[in-house]
């Protein structure tokens, strides 16, 4: 019989700097070698796994829409997704292979459940969803994986809100549960940890509300549902709101998960690393 089945979820910042050190090839370096040992126990962890295909909710900053449109939610169907220019050229990643069919099956139970997302047939990907694919899969030849990317809006108020993004985990859930076809499937959420990058509180990093948050994430969903986008912002920070497409993945996973693994490191560049492996009980 034929089962697609979730088989993990993962929680990751998607720091920019962290693409370039694992590109440079310096993650061997001092500097950076605490840090690259605790992706390394995450990958282990999830390499036990062994999923085929990774839904990866991340966000673009502005490198395939920009301010003239910006979507709420889409998802990517596209036979191969290319990394991004995202000014000063393409990461020398491999091209990720996408799941057509699993793709536009979302798209269908999600437009059936009204959620309505743009659908892209082109969608170049930048370091919201290639910096955790190297995390999580390194630097190889190909990627392991097929990748479903699923784009959130967290550049251009008004942000969806984030029980709306733990709803649309919920439906990408039942959406799996429909799918006729096989598959093990890695759900990703990106993006955080506190901080932002401009304004007067530029710098923001808020160690308390991230560990509570990693915590949360695991045992608690719910209170991080009922918190407003004005919160996020209010205790993480402009961009650390982007922590709300992690919400998305959680609505994915059965509500008991245990962690596989869940690490706090940093800071690193402007913000704090976070990761999060979990599976179902
Ligand atoms: C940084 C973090 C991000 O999430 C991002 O999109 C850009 C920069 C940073 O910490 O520098
Ligand atoms: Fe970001």
């Given at each position: 019989?034929?089962?697609?089945?979730i088989?993990?979820g993962v929680?990751?910042?998607?720091?920019p700097?962290?693409?370039?050190?694992?590109?440079?090839?310096?993650t061997g370096?001092?500097t950076?070698?605490?840090?690259?040992?605790?992706?390394?126990?995450a990958r282990?962890?999830l390499?036990?796994q062994?999923?085929?295909?990774a839904?990866?909710?991340y966000?673009?900053?502005g490198s395939s829409?920009?301010?003239?449109?910006f979507p709420?939610f889409?998802?990517g169907?596209?036979e191969?997704?290319?990394p991004a220019d995202?000014?000063w050229?393409p990461?020398?990643?491999?091209a990720m292979?996408?799941?057509?069919?699993?793709?536009?099956h979302i798209?269908e139970?999600?437009?059936?459940?009204?959620?309505?997302?743009?659908?892209?047939?082109r969608?170049?990907v930048?370091h919201?969803?290639?910096?955790p694919?190297?995390?999580?899969?390194?630097?190889p030849?190909?990627?392991?994986v097929r990748?479903?990317p699923i784009?959130v809006?967290?550049?251009q108020?008004?942000?969806?809100?984030?029980?709306r993004?733990?709803?649309l985990?919920?439906?990408?859930r039942r959406?799996?549960?429909?799918?006729?076809?096989?598959?093990r499937?890695?759900?990703?959420?990106?993006?955080g940890?506190?901080?932002?990058?401009?304004?007067g509180?530029?710098?923001?990093i808020n160690k308390q509300f991230?560990e509570s948050?990693?915590?949360a994430?695991?045992?608690?969903?719910?209170?991080?549902?009922e918190?407003?986008t004005d919160?996020?912002v209010?205790?993480?920070?402009t961009?650390g709101?982007e922590?709300?497409m992690?919400l998305?993945?959680?609505?994915a996973?059965?509500?008991?998960?245990?962690a596989?693994?869940?690490?706090?490191?940093g800071?690193?560049s402007n913000?704090?690393?976070?990761?999060v492996v979990?599976a179902?009980?």
């Amino acid at each position: 019989m034929c089962e697609s089945k979730i088989v993990a979820g993962v929680g990751t910042s998607h720091v920019p700097t962290i693409g370039r050190v694992i590109d440079d090839r310096k993650t061997g370096e001092s500097t950076w070698l605490p840090l690259f040992t605790r992706y390394e126990h995450a990958r282990e962890l999830l390499a036990l796994q062994s999923p085929e295909v990774a839904i990866v909710v991340y966000n673009d900053h502005g490198s395939s829409f920009s301010l003239d449109a910006f979507p709420t939610f889409a998802v990517g169907v596209a036979e191969t997704f290319e990394p991004a220019d995202e000014g000063w050229g393409p990461r020398p990643v491999p091209a990720m292979a996408g799941d057509p069919e699993l793709a536009w099956h979302i798209v269908e139970a999600l437009i059936s459940e009204e959620f309505d997302p743009t659908v892209c047939q082109r969608l170049p990907v930048d370091h919201g969803l290639t910096v955790p694919l190297s995390i999580l899969w390194g630097t190889p030849e190909s990627w392991p994986v097929r990748v479903i990317p699923i784009a959130v809006n967290v550049i251009q108020f008004p942000t969806p809100t984030p029980r709306r993004c733990f709803g649309l985990g919920r439906a990408i859930r039942r959406a799996v549960d429909s799918y006729a076809g096989d598959g093990r499937i890695v759900v990703v959420g990106t993006g955080g940890m506190s901080h932002q990058l401009q304004g007067g509180r530029a710098g923001l990093i808020n160690k308390q509300f991230d560990e509570s948050f990693l915590d949360a994430i695991v045992k608690d969903p719910d209170r991080l549902v009922e918190m407003s986008t004005d919160d996020y912002v209010r205790l993480a920070g402009t961009e650390g709101a982007e922590l709300i497409m992690w919400l998305v993945m959680r609505g994915a996973m059965a509500p008991d998960v245990r962690a596989l693994y869940s690490s706090y490191y940093g800071p690193v560049s402007n913000t704090a690393v976070g990761i999060v492996v979990m599976a179902e009980e």
